[in-house]
């Protein structure tokens, strides 16, 4: 398990993150989202002992990741940026990682590297965006290291590559000990494979919840009521974290029981209502309006 308890990392005047905690299980896919700017790629850094915190602390497995070399052998980290030796192809980046984790399977990485059909022989300095991310995922997995961390790493794939390496990701979970921890701006990728997901904003952590608990808690509802006190009342005895009303037709995001609200709904005689599946986005920007931050502001 990897616990971050107060951590705090400043660039001069810029205040990166702010006394942030999170704890990512062990088995898990941890999926850390946020804004541009929001402090994503810093976390990753300081929780893979790249960075040092200058308030808080970090460890993996109960170990002290900054200068720990024996916390830091359990992690890989993927940068946004892929990052290889000059004039390097895929064999001498294979051999590196060799030197760098005593765990890496080679036999598997090069039947991975067929797989996706790369070149093991070919310049990486010619390869495209996509296909270098490729590298670093395969030489990422296949670095057998118990936790990898991602940074935007489906920025740039294609569809299919894309689901090609979230099937990997599973596999590995099921047949090894394996935490893989993804950051990313969107939300479709993280919705998609995490089971689990942290919301970064400015800085600071709103909230680190497994994503099947906020579904259960929170739903989504249209609805049309033609007694305007009793639409009234109706937001009153619910928990709304967030309204749009078009028309006479009511939609409402509230948190809660969903037998509870049906109930209390069907109460107030509507001529119209349904319960409709919550898309992360939406968990996400009702969390940050009731924790005040409006969304719209940044939009419009």
């Given at each position: 398990m990897i616990r971050i308890d107060n951590v705090t990392k400043r660039f001069d005047d810029i205040l990166a993150l702010d006394q942030v905690s999170a704890q990512i299980q062990e088995?898990?896919?941890f999926g850390l989202v946020g804004t541009n700017g929001a402090g994503k790629s810093t976390m990753l850094r300081v929780t893979a002992g790249v960075l040092k915190p200058e308030e808080g602390s970090v460890t993996v497995d109960g170990l002290a990741v900054w200068e720990n070399p024996e916390a830091k052998s359990k992690i890989c980290f993927i940068p946004d940026t892929a990052w290889f030796f000059p004039n390097a192809t895929l064999e001498v980046m294979r051999d590196s990682y060799r030197l760098l984790y005593p765990k890496f399977d080679r036999?598997?990485?090069?039947?991975?590297?067929?797989?996706?059909?790369?070149?093991?022989?070919?310049?990486l300095?010619?390869?495209?965006?996509?296909?270098k991310k490729?590298?670093?995922?395969?030489?990422?997995?296949?670095?057998?290291?118990?936790?990898?961390?991602?940074?935007?790493?489906?920025?740039?794939?294609?569809?299919?590559?894309?689901?090609?390496?979230?099937?990997?990701?599973?596999?590995?979970?099921?047949?090894?000990?394996?935490?893989?921890?993804?950051?990313?701006?969107?939300?479709?990728?993280?919705?998609?494979?995490?089971?689990?997901?942290?919301?970064?904003?400015?800085?600071?952590?709103?909230?680190?919840?497994?994503l099947d608990e906020m579904k259960l808690g929170i739903h989504k509802i249209q609805c049309v009521i033609p007694n305007e006190v009793l639409e009234r009342e109706?937001?009153?005895?619910?928990?709304?974290?967030?309204?749009?009303?078009?028309?006479?037709?009511?939609?409402?995001?509230?948190?809660?029981?969903?037998?509870?609200?049906?109930?209390?709904?069907?109460?107030?005689?509507?001529?119209?209502?349904?319960?409709?599946?919550?898309?992360?986005?939406?968990?996400?920007?009702?969390?940050?309006?009731?924790?005040?931050?409006?969304?719209?502001?940044?939009?419009?």
């Amino acid at each position: 398990m990897i616990r971050i308890d107060n951590v705090t990392k400043r660039f001069d005047d810029i205040l990166a993150l702010d006394q942030v905690s999170a704890q990512i299980q062990e088995g898990s896919i941890f999926g850390l989202v946020g804004t541009n700017g929001a402090g994503k790629s810093t976390m990753l850094r300081v929780t893979a002992g790249v960075l040092k915190p200058e308030e808080g602390s970090v460890t993996v497995d109960g170990l002290a990741v900054w200068e720990n070399p024996e916390a830091k052998s359990k992690i890989c980290f993927i940068p946004d940026t892929a990052w290889f030796f000059p004039n390097a192809t895929l064999e001498v980046m294979r051999d590196s990682y060799r030197l760098l984790y005593p765990k890496f399977d080679r036999q598997r990485f090069d039947r991975l590297v067929e797989k996706f059909d790369l070149n093991p022989k070919r310049k990486l300095s010619g390869f495209s965006k996509g296909m270098k991310k490729q590298v670093s995922v395969l030489l990422g997995v296949c670095a057998n290291t118990e936790y990898l961390f991602c940074d935007e790493t489906f920025d740039g794939l294609d569809p299919v590559v894309r689901q090609a390496v979230k099937g990997l990701f599973a596999a590995e979970i099921l047949n090894r000990k394996f935490t893989p921890v993804i950051a990313s701006h969107s939300l479709r990728e993280i919705e998609d494979i995490c089971d689990h997901v942290g919301l970064l904003h400015k800085g600071g952590i709103l909230f680190a919840r497994d994503l099947d608990e906020m579904k259960l808690g929170i739903h989504k509802i249209q609805c049309v009521i033609p007694n305007e006190v009793l639409e009234r009342e109706l937001l009153e005895e619910l928990q709304v974290l967030s309204m749009d009303k078009r028309g006479s037709l009511l939609t409402i995001v509230v948190r809660g029981e969903e037998e509870l609200i049906q109930k209390k709904l069907q109460e107030k005689m509507p001529l119209f209502a349904e319960v409709l599946p919550l898309t992360l986005e939406e968990i996400f920007i009702s969390e940050t309006e009731v924790a005040g931050y409006d969304i719209k502001n940044l939009i419009f």
